[in-house]
């Protein structure tokens, strides 16, 4: 049973251009959650979603970011205009059911803005 | 929102020896995690402690929870140079069934000397 799938691992993008991290949440999971990893800081969480639903997005920043997850295909996280501080590490989890469930956690995508 | 925050930042040991980490929280919480995290890797989910539970052990690990200081300990017994990691605690807020995040602390790396 493959864990959790996050790609690409390593993206580089140069400023104003646009960043898109995909997660394939566990087989027969349909709760995902993205975070984000600072430098040198803890993970903070971003965004909770199931299937076609946004649950809670209170970590997103207000612009330039958005998550989706389809009926069908991966979770997107995507970042539009990206800045140098958007640099980060970005995990996604995903669970069997949502409240209080173990999450499970990709690999992550490390994200370069140049 | 809450923090976990993990004490003390870095922490290094002789193989063989125990280590123990803390985590101390500010608000009530459903459950409390701990996950590792191997240099550039994703995060390994380690133990799940519920609210009222008190102590729980996985092999190695033993997990305490004390509500009553917001507070829970990591205890790795007989350390492996393996070992060596960050050590992230995450708590489950008890919103009321309100947001799936977990909230993680800033780590502590684990040092593990041969």
């Known amino acids: 049973n493959a864990g959790v799938m996050q790609n690409p691992r390593h993206l580089v993008r140069r400023r104003g251009q646009e960043a898109r991290l995909r997660c394939s949440p566990m087989k027969g999971h349909s709760h995902v959650y993205w975070y984000r990893q600072l430098p040198e800081e803890g993970l903070k969480f971003m965004v909770y979603l199931q299937k076609e639903n946004i649950i809670d997005e209170s970590g997103m920043p207000k612009e330039r970011f958005s998550a989706e997850f389809p009926k069908e295909g991966p979770s997107i996280l995507r970042i539009q205009q990206v800045v140098r501080g958007d640099s980060a590490a970005y995990f996604c989890?995903?669970?069997?059911?949502?409240?209080?469930?173990?999450?499970?956690f990709g690999p992550g995508t490390r994200l370069t803005v140049l | 929102s809450q923090q976990g925050e993990e004490d003390p930042q870095a922490l290094s040991i002789q193989e063989g020896e125990n280590a123990t980490m803390n985590c101390s929280y500010k608000?009530?919480?459903?459950?409390l995690q701990w996950y590792r995290q191997n240099s550039g890797r994703g995060l390994v989910h380690l133990i799940l402690i519920r609210s009222n539970e008190r102590e729980k052990h996985s092999g190695r690990l033993r997990v305490t929870l004390d509500t009553s200081k917001k507070s829970s300990s990591l205890l790795i017994t007989a350390s492996r140079a393996a070992d060596t990691a960050s050590y992230f605690c995450a708590t489950d807020a008890d919103s009321g069934g309100g947001a799936d995040g977990l909230t993680f602390g800033k780590g502590t790396h684990l040092i593990i000397q041969p």
């Open positions: 989890a995903s669970s069997l059911t949502g409240y209080y469930n173990e999450q499970f």
């Open positions: 608000t009530s919480i459903n459950n």
